[in-house]
């Protein structure tokens, strides 16, 4: 058991605590007694068999559940009961398995809204001269999507559209992101640019990442630590190369391979 592991070279303060998390539905446990830190400027990744709890812990950070159990805070300041739009505020980004884009919307559309609504501004696109257009040129910019600006969503690849996400969450400059299986649906050959990207915005922008992600091959030299739940569990959490060697956690695999 390694869960009290401590292995980084990426460390800073302490940005989220999770301490004694839980969360039970229906009778069943599906998160029980996860604790752990996540450091600024780390990058934790969660890998796990199917229905392993990864999904739901997400669910519990960014407040779309509540826990039965345990706490947790950001920066410090306990967030256990408040809602997803108060999380979202504090600095917690999220991005999920599926797609939550708008199909006829354009790539720059997409962007402008989310700078809008950051402002509390309309939720309706304006058409005319905005005063996102620099923000938003930035974003496509750091994304690699200023040649797709004018797109629309149900044009763009899987990757792309999974850049597109990625850009959504920037314009809230979030403390944390969460990235919820970000290569899901995206075809081998653009896998290497969707990598790469979540990795500048890592090492050089420093942002604190937290990702879902069942390929270790895209994990590897990008994660700072690995964190392995199981049955709901965290069952280990350390640097990559440790966790892969852990024979409690090859024993959790064994036949799904890691
Ligand atoms: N609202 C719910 N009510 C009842 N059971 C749920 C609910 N949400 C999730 N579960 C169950 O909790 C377990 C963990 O699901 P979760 O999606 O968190 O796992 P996961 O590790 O993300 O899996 P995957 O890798 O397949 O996405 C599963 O057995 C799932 O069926």
Redesign the pocket.
Known sequence: MTASGTATARVGAPVLRLDGLGWR??G?T??EGVTLDVREGEFLA?I????????????LISGI?VPTAGTLALDGADLTGLPVHTRARRGIGRTF?TSSLWPRMTVAEHVRLAAQARNGGSHRLWRRASPYTAEVDGVLERTGLGHRAGATAAELSHGEKRKLELAVLLVGEPRLMLL??PMAGVSAEEVPALTELIRTLHREEGRTVLM?E?HMDVLLGLADRLAV?HH?RLLALDSPDAVTADPVVQRAYLGEGL
């Not at 796990?48 to 669910?59: D, I, R, V």
């Open positions: 539905v229906g069943a599906i998160v969660f796990g068999p199917n229905g392993a709890g990864k999904t739901s812990l997400f669910n559940v398995q919820d299986e879902v069942h739940m709901g």
